[in-house]
């Protein structure tokens, strides 16, 4: 198994740019995270789906964030339009019952 | 509150010594228990589950106190090799959310 997948791996943007992150979970896993990860503010859960469905998404800190799972094997994280405090480590895990398993991050900068 | 507190460290112990993390959680409800372990700009790793009756890994013995709603670590022989951080982790199962503790850094010197 290839493991969670993240993409990209790093992003440059400037800042009120629209930033896609993008990630495909574990086959057979039925919960997807999102996290954000800072030196300041540690690991946050950005929201979180159960078979595809928004569970809770309390952790989404303003409307500019929003997040999507079309289907089993794929999800989005969205920033429109993007901030310099956005600029992050954007981790993406799933999960079969037990523990996650993490994809590698993505690596945001907003200029 | 917090959900989940750790103690943010660093711990400096030496090579061989023996080194205990604490977290505590706040929702009385939680059913899972788990600490990883995220090395320097890479992911966080399961390091074991916690059970309810405590767990030993190798030099790891993680235990459950729910009484208390806390969490233990304990690292026998450190090596150098586990300098990291380690992330306390609490899950409800009802709702499947799962929640990080902001990690404890750990490191071992020669």
């Known amino acids: 198994d290839a493991g969670v997948i993240q993409s990209p791996r790093h992003e440059v943007t400037e800042m009120g740019q629209e930033v896609t992150l993008r990630c495909k979970p574990i086959s057979g896993h039925n919960s997807l995270f999102w996290y954000r990860q800072t030196m300041m503010r540690g690991l946050e859960l950005l929201i979180y789906?159960?078979?595809?469905?928004?569970?809770?998404d309390s952790g989404m800190p303003e409307d500019r964030f929003s997040a999507k799972m079309p289907n089993a094997s794929f999800s989005t994280l969205k920033i429109q339009p993007s901030e310099p405090r956005d600029s992050a480590v954007y981790f993406c895990?799933?999960?079969?019952?037990?523990?996650?398993?993490f994809g590698s991050g993505t690596q945001l900068s907003v200029l | 509150r917090k959900e989940v507190e750790q103690d943010p460290g660093p711990f400096n112990v030496p090579e061989g010594a023996t080194v205990a993390f604490n977290c505590t959680y706040s929702n009385s409800a939680s059913q899972s228990f788990f600490w990883y372990r995220q090395d320097c700009r890479k992911e966080p790793k399961l390091l074991m589950s916690v059970y309810s009756s405590g767990n030993e890994d190798g030099r790891f013995t993680a235990q459950l106190n729910r009484a208390s709603q806390y969490i233990s670590l304990l690292i026998r022989d450190s090596k150098l090799s586990d300098s990291a951080t380690y992330l306390c982790?609490?899950?409800?199962?009802?709702?499947?959310?799962?929640?990080f503790g902001s990690g404890t850094r750990l490191s071992i010197r020669p």
């Open positions: 982790v609490v899950k409800d199962s009802s709702a499947s959310k799962i929640i």
């Open positions: 895990a799933s999960s079969r019952g037990q523990g996650a398993i």
């Open positions: 789906f159960n078979n595809n469905v928004p569970i809770d």
